[in-house]
């Protein structure tokens, strides 16, 4: 079973941002750790600036100040 890399608190941005509108924030920061979907790790995330939540898998998510944690 794969874990979470990503510890809450993290900014990350999508990687992929092909279906989203174009007014969606650039960057958002991990609020919780969500259980695995297909075998990935999933995370909720929010951008306070802007006031938009989303979830998102790990794959498609990279961190902005290149750290990551076991935790």
């Known amino acids: ?8 608190g993290l900014s ?8 989203i509108s174009p007014r969606a ?9 969500l259980p695995l979907r297909d075998n990935s790790p999933q995370y909720r995330m929010r951008n306070d600036e802007l006031g938009q939540e ?3 898998n ?3 998510l990279e961190p902005i ?3 990551t ?3």
């Open 1 to 8: 079973m794969r874990r979470h890399l990503f510890p809450i």
């Open 12 to 19: 990350v941005r999508l990687k992929d941002r092909a279906n």
């Open 25 to 33: 924030a650039e960057t958002y920061q991990i609020t919780a750790k």
């Open 54 to 56: 989303r979830v998102s």
């Open 58 to 60: 790990e794959d498609n």
């Open 65 to 67: 100040d290149g750290l």
């Open 69 to 71: 944690s076991d935790n």
